[in-house]
């Protein structure tokens, strides 16, 4: 049991080290690819200038936005997603809302825990808002200095 154990850590750190090829262009870039594959119309609003975002800082970013829009279609059957990204002092703040059916949890070792684990090591925040019938809200607070 120890080393299925030792194995499940090592392939998280793995998987925490892949960097998706749509970052190359940088996060901005990356999150107008992701609203175009959207299959659920998807809004996304940048609020420029934005500080310059550390590569993890732009993977955690990037990871969490494409995790809620793969939730938001798959999982609450959102009609609707919106994506805003903006500066909040000298972190960057992501806000993926969706108007599906809610009721979203972050479950230990569900993809939200992922995310929240994440965005922890990075010292940010991630908070979830999720009312049965009301949407789901995810927002995470990244430091970029």
Do not use: W
């Amino acid at each position: 049991m120890t080393e299925l154990g030792t194995a499940v850590a090592e392939l998280r750190q793995l998987a925490h080290g892949v960097r998706p090829s749509a970052l190359d262009d940088g996060l901005p870039a990356a999150l107008r690819q992701l609203s175009g594959r959207s299959p659920t119309p998807l809004t996304l609003h940048i609020v420029e200038p934005l500080p310059e975002v550390p590569e993890i800082v732009g993977a955690t970013a990037y990871f969490v936005a494409s995790e809620a829009v793969h939730n938001a279609t798959r999982h609450a059957q959102a009609q609707r997603i919106s994506i805003v990204l903006k500066q909040q002092g000298v972190s960057i703040s992501l806000r993926i809302s969706d108007d599906g059916r809610g009721g979203a949890r972050c479950a230990e070792g569900g993809g939200l825990a992922g995310l929240t684990d994440r965005v922890n090591a990075l010292g940010g925040e991630l908070r979830l808002t999720s009312a049965e019938g009301r949407g789901t809200t995810l927002e995470a607070v990244l430091p970029c200095g």
